[in-house]
């Protein structure tokens, strides 16, 4: 028998027993790296008649086992998304004691590595989730060792992966409260109504993975593009659409598909109802409770629910009541409207406001909590002068003045044409007529004396009525007068003759007022009255008879009256007089 170094038996020849034996052995071929050598030897082991003996050794190179590896798909044919298995299968699994087990197969696509698997029992499995629509040809290698050799798939395995399908799904969600619900059917008009979707497949992770991330997803309503979303990681996209208007709606959503997945739409219409928003009007006036005629009264609505800029409400009319009569319209801007009233007659109102509705609000109003205002008279202010101010002499006129403030209003009522009355120590001398807030009076002959001016409105519908005093009283003093006197005698007269005296006083008279007529003035002579005369258009004579012997220093004066101050004594006139003569015969 022989054996090898290592004590396996490797062949064994029987011959006939002779001094000299030969025995060959064939096909030995030790397993293990070319590079490395066994040693070997024959032995005999003896029998009856023979003792045993061995031979000296020889040497023996190593062989490595040559291997051969065969590949399989578990499909042919499949779509993205799809898993499919790839089996290496190396032969010889073993030999000599020496196994493949838990070494590595690589697995190849178009010459690139794609994974690698170990082999157990001769196979190495890999499963491959294929991501990318096309076509993959498939190798496997195994590297070998010392004992096994290198070998490779004679021939590639061919996988043709398609587009996979997709389906999308949609979902309507709008608020409620604070909440959002989905999926929703119904819903009032609001902020905004989200529209979401979900498509699956979305994408395959992995060294030949793909994604829809990024990808449009186009939103409808009953057919019409109502907007895009783009997807995300996780294949879900979604469009808020602000403020919908109330009516009925069918959202459908389309993906177009890309080089891997096929294109899909929602199966049907996800259905929203967007029912009219219930409106709500209030107001306030300013000023309240109170405002005097002619102020300017501004009526201010509020509209409820407003919800922003982009509300249709924007540019609609409210109409403004008293009494249930319109009494003007102004133009929501947001939720406010003003309309300014500056012409409101004294009286009791009772504002409301009313908006007519529009496609998405209902209409409403504030009935039920009307704003009350008493417009009052408006409050006036008179002032009165007159001129000349401080003093004056009888016979020239006072010019008085009186101004009221307001006196009118812009676009409504005028106290023009009503009439101021004027007073004088509080008895009334006359009116004048209002003209822009001015009214005048001239008093043409006050009498002498203090004047204390005063005037009055007595008001109307829409003006309170006021009174004034003039800042001081006016003092109308007697007229001054001069009084001179004459005579026709000579100066030189006889004792026993008369001397005819004339007086004339200025001024005498005040056309259209008071005249001395028939008043008196006393002669004087040498200071002492002698006589008094008449007057008449400011003249007034007097005689003296049978003057006596002497000088006769003759004056006139005058007393006065209510308005013409007294005068006198005049300049004089001397008259001498001489003794009576005796004629004797």
């Excluded at 102004?330 to 004294?346: P, R």
Aim: net charge negative; glycine share 10%.
């Amino acid at each position: 028998a022989v054996t090898s170094e290592f004590g396996s038996v490797v062949n064994t020849m029987v011959g006939s027993a002779t001094t000299t034996a030969t025995a060959t052995v064939t096909g030995i071929s030790p397993v293990g790296a070319a590079t490395a050598s066994d040693s070997v030897v024959a032995s005999y082991e003896g029998d009856d008649y023979y003792t045993d003996s061995t031979s000296s050794s020889t040497s023996l190179n190593d062989v490595p086992v040559n291997t051969t590896l065969a590949l399989q798909s578990s499909t042919s044919s499949t779509t993205v998304g799809d898993q499919v298995t790839l089996t290496a299968t190396l032969s010889p699994t073993a030999a000599e004691g020496y196994s493949v087990n838990g070494e590595s197969v690589t697995f190849y696509n178009n010459g690139t590595s794609v994974g690698t698997a170990p082999l157990s029992g001769g196979v190495a499995v890999l499963h491959l989730t294929l991501g990318v629509a096309q076509t993959y040809t498939f190798t496997a290698s195994y590297p070998g060792d010392n004992n096994f050799v290198t070998s490779s798939t004679p021939s590639p395995v061919t996988v043709t992966v398609q587009a996979a399908s997709t389906a999308l799904t949609l979902q309507v969600c709008a608020p409620v409260g604070e909440n959002l619900v989905c999926p929703s059917t119904i819903m009032t008009y609001g902020p905004f109504v989200q529209l979401e979707v979900t498509l699956a497949p979305y994408g395959v992770s992995g060294s030949f993975g793909s994604s829809t991330q990024g990808e449009t997803i186009t939103f409808y309503n009953n057919g019409t593009s109502v907007g895009t979303a783009t997807l995300d990681q996780y294949g879900n996209a979604s469009l808020t659409l602000n403020e919908p208007n109330a009516g009925s709606y069918s959202f459908t959503a389309s993906y177009p598909g890309d080089s891997n997945f096929n294109s899909s739409s929602t199966a049907s219409g996800a259905p929203l109802t967007v029912q009219k928003a219930t409106s709500g009007m209030s107001m306030t006036v300013s000023p309240q409770p109170t405002a005097s005629y002619g102020t300017a009264v501004f009526l201010n609505a509020r509209f409820s629910p407003y919800q922003g800029t982009s509300d249709t409400t924007n540019g609609e009319t409210v109409t403004f009541y008293n009494n249930g009569t319109a009494v003007g319209t102004a133009t929501l801007e947001g939720e406010n409207a003003q309309l300014t009233l500056s012409d409101l007659a004294v009286g009791l109102y009772n504002f409301t406001v009313s908006y007519p509705g529009d496609g998405n609000f209902t209409s409403s109003n504030s009935n039920s909590a009307p704003q009350s205002l008493s417009v009052q008279k408006a409050s006036t202010l008179l002032g009165v002068m007159a001129s000349p101010g401080d003093v004056t002499t009888y016979g020239g006129p006072i010019f008085l003045q009186a101004h009221l403030s307001p006196s009118s209003e812009p676009a409504g009522n005028s106290t023009d044409g009503e009439s101021i009355t004027f007073l004088d120590n509080g008895n009334p001398i006359g009116t004048g007529t209002l003209s822009n807030g001015n009214a005048s009076l001239n008093d043409p002959l006050p009498s002498t004396g203090g004047h204390l001016f005063a005037a009055s409105f007595a008001g109307d519908a829409s003006f309170a009525s006021s009174n004034a005093v003039a800042s001081g009283a006016v003092l109308v003093e007697h007229d001054s007068t001069t009084i001179g006197i004459n005579t026709t005698s000579p100066s030189t007269i006889g004792s026993g003759q008369s001397v005819p005296l004339t007086a004339q006083l200025n001024p005498y008279a005040v056309a259209g007022g008071a005249s001395t007529d028939g008043e008196s003035v006393t002669f004087l002579d040498n200071g002492s009255p002698i006589g008094t005369g008449t007057l008449s258009i400011g003249a007034a004579s007097w005689q003296v008879n049978n003057v006596t012997q002497g000088t006769h220093t003759y004056a006139v004066s005058y007393a006065g009256d209510d308005y013409f101050a007294p005068s006198g004594p005049s300049t004089l006139i001397t008259i001498n007089v001489l003794p009576p003569t005796t004629l004797t015969v």
